[in-house]
């Protein structure tokens, strides 16, 4: 009898590639009814074969030949992670003629124009639901679902794990615990370093300004800073003035081009994406036909991100050809406008003199550069005085000339604290 089993690699067993076979096999019923026969995981790729783990007899290989060769596997699901050799065997995958499905965000936030000519080339598919916010189906909305739309903006929570941090930090939980559970949740990066220096969403949010706007953005091209530094006297400032600090990513399409950026932001608390908590991710999409939409959901985990890639693989099941809008005509080249030239509310938090005309010298410089003051909080205590002052939305090239002329008055006896706002 023929055996009418899709077989597909696995590059990677860890916590996505094992949620992937293990999801494959306890939906085998559903999955083969809409695939039309089983899918079933035929080898996949490991470092260290010895370790235990739970995977049938002859699964696990540490030989990429043995999938890059196998002419009964068509789709390569990538869930190792990593710059090289993973860059290399995805070419090598696509030369072979098999089509690709990939969580790697920064793989594709780097090499993506590279992989995706390689991809047409061969004329096999590159598909990556999984690489940005896990089970949310982001991607599929901005390439598919929206494609009648001027896509303005995309802004959001595109980190599982710093997110659960700051809403662990908030509950009362130390950073350093907090950040140790979301490695052992399965929702941080193997180095989480990335995670929580906001190089992941930096990643995400180059992918989704590629992807909103039709253009090649980069890592590159996306200024970054994460949670680290963050201090707790200022998420309890934060909250005296009725805002949540979360790490936001955003990109805008403006009249010079585009721009994209992650930084920790103070978000309203009336706002869409304040009450977005724990491990959850939330993009808020601008469109010209459908105004805004917002995706909410698990941003990380295993199971969660080996559901985008199930539903990659089977979207390139059910497709043929070089697939959904893979081809560079879908592309055009936007210019990147400098961050200083993008338009942001601010924190600013000085510690300073309480001395008189302090607060005036400091409204004055503000007003010089023509930034408009929002919400001003001084507490005072032992001659000195913790100021901090809110501001309307202004070019940010504008404000850091602020902040500049505030360090040379000579009032700071600190270096200030600066974090971006969302307008209530
Ligand atoms: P992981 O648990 O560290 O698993 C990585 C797997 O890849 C391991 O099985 C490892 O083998 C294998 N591997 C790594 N480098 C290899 C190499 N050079 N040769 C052969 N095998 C190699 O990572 P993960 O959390 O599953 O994440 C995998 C990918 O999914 C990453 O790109 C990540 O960004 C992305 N992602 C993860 C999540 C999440 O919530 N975890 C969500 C979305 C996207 P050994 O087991 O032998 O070490
Ligand atoms: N480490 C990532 C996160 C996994 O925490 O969001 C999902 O891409």
New binding site residues.
Partial sequence: MTDLTTSIGL????????AVDRLLNDRAEDIARVAGGPVAVRH??????E?R?DARDGVLT?D?AAIRDDPAIGVVA?????IE??RGYLLELFAAGKSVV??????LARHGAELFAAAERHRVQLRFE??VC?AIPVVKVLRESMIANDVAGVLGIVN?TTNFILSAMAGGQTYGDALARAQEL?????DPTEDVNGA?AAAKIAILASIAFHTRVTIDDVPFNGIEDLEAVDAAFAAELGYKIKLIGSAQRLPGGVAASVHPTLVPTSHALAGVEGSFNAVMLRGSAIREITLVGP????D??AS?VIGDVMSVLGTSGTGFFQSDGYFRQLPVVPESEVESGFYLRLDVLDQPGVLAQIARVLADVDISIESVIQRAADGRAQLVVTTHPAPEGRFFDAVGRIRSLGVTRAEPTMLRALPR
Avoid: C
């Fill in positions: 590059l990677g067993y860890g916590t996505v590639g094992s996949a790729l490991v470092r260290d074969i370790r783990r540490t990429f990538e869930v190792m992670g990593g050799p993973t990939s969580a790697n965000k920064q793989l999984a690489s896990a599982g399965g929702y941080a990066e193997a992941d941003g990380a985990g295993g969660e991100t985008a």
